[in-house]
């Protein structure tokens, strides 16, 4: 369980900065601006957050609902009831696609890896020439 609390830990602080702090800076006369806040700033950091969670660990299906758990959280704060079920699954759905672009790169990194650490070998395996057993016998025929 530690672990699994260690593994999420960052990123979940990171996700909770974000979706709790922001919308203090949105409040009030900034009001007007809380769209961009909806439809692109808590996008982005569902999208970045599984890109960088997937960079290094693979595709995670779990981690993509820290981001509208999160947010169901600042709703429940800020009283923002603005379409707030669209949102969530909109922030899932980001999630998910930046653990799959994460992972993409994961598994081209260990592409990458494996073929250095791998032998060099020919480029055309099907073929091997032995030769052993081979004696040269010098027959001097010119010696009188």
Do not use: C
Not at 67 to 86: C, D, E, K, Q, R
């Amino acid at each position: 369980m530690w672990n699994l609390i260690k593994r999420y830990l960052g990123f979940a602080v990171v996700i909770a900065l974000i979706y709790l702090v922001m919308p203090v800076f949105f409040q009030g006369e900034n009001y007007k601006y809380d769209a961009i806040e909806y439809q692109f700033v808590f996008p982005a950091t569902a999208l970045l957050s599984g890109l960088a969670f997937s960079w290094k660990r693979g595709v995670d299906f779990t981690f993509p609902l820290i981001a509208p758990i999160i947010y169901i959280g600042s709703v429940l704060i800020y009283n923002h009831f603005y379409h707030w079920t669209i949102y969530v699954f909109i922030y899932l759905i980001v999630g998910m696609l930046g653990s799959f672009i994460g992972d993409m790169v994961y598994k081209n990194n260990l592409a990458e890896e494996k073929k250095k650490t791998q032998k060099p070998t020919l480029e055309n395996d099907s073929y091997k020439i032995k030769i052993s057993n081979i004696t040269v016998d010098k027959n001097d025929k010119n010696k009188k």
